[in-house]
Nanobody, 114 residues
């Protein structure tokens, strides 16, 4: 299983970015597709997740600013990030859960400048 995440970059505070993550390989009945992030010197933390029925959950700090979506036919998950602030600076990882386990992408760096 391979997860390719892209879309990170440098953006000014208040700006937007859209992350994408495409999963390929032997995946069986994907249920959750999620995003996590790890800021410098901090532990990896949950950002957002979307289940097969389209229900989404977010960590409190991104509610109202980030939107997760997925294209199940393409095994792709997206994260639209608006009104970014410097505290959103982190490496963002996608994570896909199927019936056999979960798989991580390689991460994409998001840097928000003030």
């Amino acid at each position: 299983v391979q997860l390719q995440a892209y879309g990170g970059g440098l953006v000014q505070a208040g700006g937007s970015l859209r992350l994408s993550c495409a999963a390929s390989g032997s995946l069986f009945s994907i249920n959750l597709m999620s995003w996590y992030r790890q800021a410098p010197g901090k532990q990896r933390e949950f950002v957002a997740t979307m289940s097969n029925d389209g229900s989404a959950n977010y960590t409190e700090s991104v509610k109202g600013r980030f939107t997760i979506s997925r294209d199940s036919a393409r095994n792709t998950v997206y994260l639209q990030m608006n009104n970014l602030n410097t505290e959103d600076t982190a490496v963002y990882y996608c994570c896909v859960y199927d019936i056999l386990g979960h798989y991580w992408g390689q991460g994409t760096l998001v840097t928000v400048s003030s």
